[in-house]
């Protein structure tokens, strides 16, 4: 019985530190260029080390609007399925994608990091490439990351690219069929409202996707992370205190600056039942929808992209309908887009 339990201690332990490597590695991984490159340039003999580095970096810049460089060890890394463990994550699959089209799926919501996007999608992990065969996805992201040595590398690594037209357009109308951006369409913004028990999705004036449908031809398909606004709580401070006045200011300066927005929010500590910034053990469970076929029209309409998006709106309120009762929300649980 003890070495059981040391066993499962043990497999916790690994679990936890998979998850909580992930944000500091790309701290880690922006730093050293940043840091050393100018350091190397002025201060030591290496300077050559330094110019080559930039060089290379001019070269390849615009590889990640190309479909960028993935790397399928990369993507299955058994630190991924750690990660996975750790909350469970799942993927579910309603109907198959064929690969003699491209898509756009539509994650849903953000969450306060987008866990279930990541590892079902940026990863092997869950056994995307099982579960879809022949379609390769692509998850877009802020483009500001791939401006960062390292880091650009070890996004691209992973299948992550830009959430840039230039980027999805390439994907989707320059390379063969068979491709899936996958678009977390509420953004950073989203993640305010992403407290637990919330059903509540940015999407009634997100409609570029769409557009980007249109103009490529790509099929549209809705997806829902359940249980992804489980895993942090978000502190909401009374209106009046000083608190709440520079968390007001600073979400304002953030958003202005940098173009992200800043929550509060905290999770477990270490051990369960402590105090921390690790997500709880909650699962999460991406559920992928039915495709909704788009014609390709070069220059659509104002019409034609608010009939797709009502059309997009009503898929994925019968996806959430359909999922919600067996991931744990009531039946009465409605989704609530604003």
Known sequence: MATVLSRLDFQEGLQTLCVMQWIPVYIFLGAIPIILIPYSLVFTEFWALAVLALAWL??????????????????????????????????????????????????????????????????????FARIFPSITPFLATLEGIFWIPLVRDYVMSMGVCPVSKLALEYTLTQKDSGNAVVIVVGGATEALLCHPGSSTILLKERKGFVKLALETGAYLVPSYS??????????????????????????????????????????????????????????????????????KIERPNKETVDNYHSLYINALRKLFDQHKDEHGLSENQELTII
């Open 226 to 295: 359940f249980g992804e606004n489980e895993i942090y709580n978000q502190e909401v401070f009374p209106e009046g205190t000083w608190i709440r006045f520079f968390q007001k200011n600073f979400q304002k300066t953030l958003k202005k600056i940098l173009g992200l927005n800043f929550c509060t929010f905290h999770g477990r500590g270490l051990t369960q039942g402590s105090w921390g910034f690790l997500p709880f053990n909650r699962p999460i469970t991406t559920v992928v929808g039915e495709p909704l076929p788009v014609p």
């Open 58 to 127: 001019a070269y390849d810049w615009n590889t990640h609007n190309r479909g960028g460089r993935r790397t399928a060890w990369v993507r299955n890394w058994t630190l991924w399925k750690y990660f996975r463990n750790y909350f469970p994550i799942k993927l579910v699959k309603t109907h198959d994608l064929s690969p003699k089209h491209n898509y756009i799926i539509a994650s849903h919501p953000h969450g306060v990091v987008s866990y279930g996007a990541f590892i079902n999608f940026a990863t092997e992990a869950t056994g």
